[in-house]
């Protein structure tokens, strides 16, 4: 990639020299967040590692402040990193922020921008997100859909029971990505699609969400987009969107087909129905239908699998706090065989490791990126339209100043707090904040309380022989969310 870059600079020179003159004319003043030089042209995109970006961008913040720009290509980017600013953007100026840049992979995975995620701030998202919020993610829907829930957690705990009758060590990275795929295609597809093998569902959710992560250079650079082409990039993208397209219309087909209707509703069923009312105020179309399963498939799965994984590593290397949590769980539990997500209320100290887990390790540590609307001022600079936003939420949830030894894992920090992930404490925004926060956080939260304390009460948990507790390393992937690099390998050992 580098080598590719540095032959087309040699060979477009003059044009480089031009736009960097250009530019400094252009933007001398009124003033813009300082920020780390780039080269003319690429500006910092050379500078910038995607494997570990919420980090980097971390560690610029300590130099250039807690507002500071990029330049990515031909695009301006700023980077917020602290609760203060982040309250600038996501509240104070949420109305001219709260755009997404249109970024290639994500314009076309999204039909255009007709999910939830990657829309544009129109009329359009305003219904499809009332439709979802009201529909979909209500609390009432998320209770009816309890029984999906307790079913697959049931049969996740007596697969983990045969490992521990053999001391069979499990892969949890494996089992937890395994129940979320399962429960998510039942809650929103009807049924398991265990015949078809979870092997190819998790593939295509893989490749989509890197994709969505992958720099597309014409996004930055319009006229070197023939690089993409040559690094394979069109014909990935391509191949992903018409591999889940199919599967989209192929669910669709189903559930249209009277032959195959189950007595279970699920979300299918529920925006088809909206689509066949003609009760909106918008024409339904199936492009849109197949947008917001895109973002409940691919975003919902790894939301959880992934929380569930950081919550388990943190516990495992801080035995203190695992006894404290599976002493509260059991002492409270009433002996029960399993416990339901009305039991799991009862346990504050698990609320209080789920957020903790949250704060360290929150799934999209820099969110999903905004965009401004038009120019306005913050912290005494001009930001204009068309300036991408990335709020770096890893970054400000160990800021110092908000925070108490930041950086350890303290779930106690939680109990007797104010402090929540609704949006409304701009020192922890795990769900973003503002107009585009997450509307799926019910469910999410109604899955990971389940699964959790079912696992800590049903189970004592060892590493495999000769590990420790501080072998146990937090490495990520590279991608939107932050999973981690190694599975987490562990010994069950069942409660008598």
Same mark, same amino acid.
């Given at each position: 990639?580098?080598?590719?870059?540095?032959?087309?600079?040699?060979?477009?020179?003059?044009?480089?020299?031009?736009?960097?003159?250009?530019?400094?004319?252009?933007?001398?003043?009124?003033?813009?967040?300082?920020?780390?030089?780039?080269?003319?042209?690429?500006?910092?995109?050379?500078?910038?590692?995607?494997?570990?970006?919420?980090? !980097?961008?971390?560690?610029?913040?300590?130099?250039?402040?807690?507002?500071?720009?990029?330049?990515?290509?031909?695009?301006?980017?700023?980077?917020?990193?602290?609760?203060?600013?982040? !309250?600038?953007?996501?509240?104070?100026?949420? @109305?001219?922020?709260?755009?997404?840049?249109?970024?290639?992979?994500?314009?076309?995975? $999204?039909?255009?921008?007709?999910?939830?995620?990657?829309?544009?701030?129109?009329?359009?998202?305003?219904?499809?997100?009332?439709?979802?919020?009201?529909?979909?993610?209500?609390?009432?829907?998320?209770?009816?859909?309890?029984?999906?829930?307790? $079913?697959?957690?049931?049969?996740?705990?007596?697969?983990?029971?045969?490992?521990?009758?053999?001391?069979?060590?499990?892969?949890?990275?494996?089992?937890?990505?395994?129940?979320?795929?399962?429960?998510?295609?039942?809650?929103?597809?009807?049924?398991?699609?265990?015949?078809?093998?979870?092997?190819?569902?998790?593939?295509?959710?893989?490749?989509?969400?890197?994709?969505?992560?992958?720099?597309?250079?014409?996004?930055?650079?319009?006229?070197?987009?023939?690089?993409?082409?040559?690094?394979?990039?069109?014909?990935?993208?391509?191949?992903?969107?018409?591999?889940?397209?199919?599967?989209?219309?192929?669910?669709?087909?189903?559930?249209?087909?009277?032959?195959?209707?189950?007595?279970?509703?699920?979300?299918?069923?529920?925006?088809?129905?909206?689509?066949?009312?003609?009760?909106?105020?918008?024409?339904?179309?199936?492009?849109?239908?197949?947008?917001?399963?895109?973002?409940? @498939?691919?975003?919902?799965?790894?939301?959880?699998?992934?929380?569930?994984?950081?919550?388990?590593?943190?516990?495992?290397?801080?035995?203190?706090?695992?006894?404290?949590? !599976?002493?509260?769980?059991?002492?409270? $539990?009433?002996?029960?065989?399993?416990?339901?997500?009305?039991?799991?209320?009862?346990?504050?100290?698990?609320?209080?490791?789920?957020?903790?887990?949250?704060?360290?390790? @929150?799934?999209?540590?820099?969110?999903?990126?905004?965009?401004?609307?038009?120019?306005?001022?913050?912290?005494?600079?001009?930001?204009?339209?068309?300036?991408?936003?990335?709020?770096?939420?890893?970054?400000?949830?160990?800021?110092?100043?908000?925070?108490?030894?930041?950086?350890?894992?303290?779930?106690?920090?939680?109990?007797?707090?104010?402090?929540?992930?609704?949006?409304?404490?701009?020192?922890?925004?795990?769900?973003?904040?503002?107009?585009?926060?997450?509307?799926?956080?019910?469910?999410?939260?109604?899955?990971?309380?389940?699964?959790?304390?079912?696992?800590?009460?049903?189970?004592?948990?060892?590493?495999?022989?000769?590990?420790?507790?501080?072998?146990?390393?937090?490495?990520?992937?590279?991608?939107?969310?932050?999973?981690?690099?190694?599975?987490?390998?562990?010994?069950?050992?069942?409660?008598?």
């Amino acid at each position: 990639m580098f080598s590719t870059l540095v032959l087309i600079l040699c060979l477009t020179f003059p044009v480089f020299l031009l736009f960097f003159f250009q530019y400094r004319t252009t933007f001398k003043s009124p003033p813009f967040p300082p920020g780390p030089r780039g080269l003319p042209i690429v500006g910092n995109l050379l500078q910038l590692d995607s494997s570990s970006l919420h980090i !980097q961008l971390w560690q610029l913040s300590k130099k250039y402040g807690p507002l500071f720009s990029l330049q990515l290509g031909l695009r301006q980017a700023i980077v917020v990193s602290s609760p203060k600013v982040a !309250q600038e953007v996501m509240k104070d100026h949420d @109305l001219e922020c709260c755009e997404r840049p249109k970024l290639l992979a994500q314009q076309k995975l $999204s039909y255009n921008g007709l999910d939830m995620l990657f829309s544009p701030y129109n009329r359009y998202w305003r219904e499809i997100r009332k439709i979802c919020v009201m529909h979909i993610f209500s609390s009432k829907r998320v209770s009816c859909l309890s029984s999906i829930r307790h $079913s697959e957690v049931k049969q996740m705990i007596q697969n983990i029971s045969s490992h521990a009758s053999t001391s069979e060590v499990t892969n949890l990275n494996q089992v937890l990505v395994s129940l979320s795929s399962t429960v998510i295609c039942r809650i929103a597809l009807g049924r398991r699609y265990e015949e078809e093998g979870t092997e190819m569902f998790h593939r295509l959710f893989k490749e989509c969400e890197a994709l969505m992560g992958t720099l597309f250079v014409s996004d930055y650079i319009p006229f070197m987009g023939w690089v993409d082409k040559l690094r394979g990039l069109h014909a990935r993208l391509e191949r992903n969107f018409k591999d889940m397209d199919k599967f989209y219309q192929e669910v669709i087909d189903e559930h249209t087909d009277s032959d195959n209707k189950t007595a279970e509703e699920d979300l299918v069923d529920v925006l088809l129905q909206l689509k066949k009312d003609n009760s909106l105020s918008m024409d339904l179309t199936n492009d849109s239908i197949k947008a917001v399963l895109m973002n409940i @498939l691919v975003g919902a799965t790894d939301t959880t699998a992934v929380t569930s994984v950081w919550v388990m590593t943190s516990l495992l290397k801080h035995p203190r706090v695992m006894k404290k949590v !599976q002493e509260e769980i059991r002492s409270l $539990s009433g002996k029960k065989p399993f416990l339901e997500e009305d039991d799991v209320q009862k346990f504050p100290y698990l609320q209080a490791v789920i957020k903790e887990t949250l704060r360290l390790h @929150l799934p999209a540590p820099l969110l999903v990126p905004r965009e401004s609307s038009k120019k306005y001022m913050i912290d005494g600079y001009e930001i204009p339209a068309k300036t991408i936003i990335y709020v770096n939420a890893w970054a400000i949830h160990r800021d110092p100043e908000a925070w108490e030894d930041a950086e350890e894992f303290k779930p106690e920090r939680f109990l007797n707090s104010t402090i929540d992930h609704r949006g409304q404490d701009f020192c922890f925004i795990p769900f973003g904040a503002g107009r585009k926060i997450c509307p799926g956080m019910h469910m999410a939260f109604a899955a990971l309380d389940v699964i959790l304390a079912n696992l800590l009460y049903s189970f004592d948990w060892a590493l495999p022989d000769g590990m420790k507790s501080e072998d146990i390393d937090t490495e990520v992937l590279p991608g939107l969310t932050m999973h981690k690099k190694n599975p987490l390998c562990v010994l069950a050992k069942c409660q008598m």
